[in-house]
């Protein structure tokens, strides 16, 4: 049953904790683009009232080129951000099957636990590897 074909339907193997883990790796990455974003917005800001501030006329061409360059940097900024998502939530995605996994694969080995149970063991790039010694040994103690 543990070994059941993977399709899109069951691409999540605990969607409860998995979609909550890579929710909270979307906010972290909305909080800090956002206060990316943030920081480019203020430098434009500033760069333009330092050109007020020295007289820069309002309409002068520099403030064109200005907004053009931030134009350009807000492009790049999305391209990047929805590059950065889609890689984040790639990650999250892995690293919430490397933890779900190995507690899955345990409560189905436990669920059917005899003493004539095989070894439990967990994916080599899995976490919590020390799981599958500690399994085993209570599985030695059940015998």
Not at 82 to 91: A, G, T
Not at 101 to 130: A, C, V, W
């Amino acid at each position: 049953m543990a070994d059941q074909a993977r399709s899109l339907k069951n691409l999540f193997i605990d969607p409860k904790f998995q979609l909550r883990l890579m929710s909270y790796f979307a906010v972290l990455f909305f909080i800090t683009t956002i206060c990316l974003y943030s920081t480019t917005y203020l430098f434009f800001w500033t760069m333009k009232s330092k050109a007020l501030n020295v007289g820069i006329p309002d309409g002068h061409i520099y403030y064109q080129f200005i907004l053009n360059q931030k134009h350009d940097l807000d492009m790049l900024f999305i391209g990047l951000a929805v590059f950065n998502f889609i890689l984040l939530l790639s990650v999250g995605f892995l690293i919430s099957h490397r933890i779900a996994g190995p507690l899955f694969k345990m409560r189905i080995y436990l669920q059917n636990l005899t003493p004539l149970s095989n070894e439990f063991q967990t994916r080599e790039k899995d976490f919590f590897q020390d799981l599958a010694k500690e399994v085993n040994t209570l599985k030695d103690k059940v015998k």
